[in-house]
Nanobody
Framework: QVQVMESGGGLVQPGGSLRLSCAASGSIVSISVMGWYRQAPGKERELVALILSGGTTTYTDSVKGRFTISRDNTKNTVDLQMNSLKPEDTTVYYC??????????WGRGTQITVSA
């Protein structure tokens, strides 16, 4: 049994910041990739950022320079620091985890609302 839990969502004004956290727990052997996705109404789920076990990161163009992903391999956690938030960032964000054996695990999602 593996659980993925997000925290840190909420309401913020344009230009503000939020920090999302995600923890993977349970029976899992070596996580290879951790990342964050988002899905706006009527749109496909989009990869926001990912980070490999060695620290290599990837971001979607719309968040480059604003978001930073980080992880703690010992604790099996991944964070997403979100700065200079825009109304277009409003949606549900999901944490995703992939094991070295290519098993995938998802959190339930956390709502981010950017509004004045």
């Amino acid at each position: 049994q593996v659980q993925v839990m997000e925290s840190g969502g909420g309401l913020v004004q344009p230009g503000g910041s939020l920090r999302l956290s995600c923890a993977a727990s349970g029976s899992i052997v070596s996580i290879s990739v951790m990342g964050w996705y988002r899905q706006a109404p009527g749109k496909e789920r989009e990869l926001v950022a990912l980070i490999l076990s060695g620290g290599t990161t990837t971001y979607t163009d719309s968040v480059k320079g604003r978001f930073t992903i980080s992880r703690d391999n010992t604790k099996n956690t991944v964070d997403l620091q979100m700065n200079s938030l825009k109304p277009e960032d409003t949606t549900v964000y999901y944490c995703a985890v992939r094991s070295e054996t290519r098993n995938y695990y998802w959190g339930r999602g956390t709502q981010i609302t950017v509004s004045a």
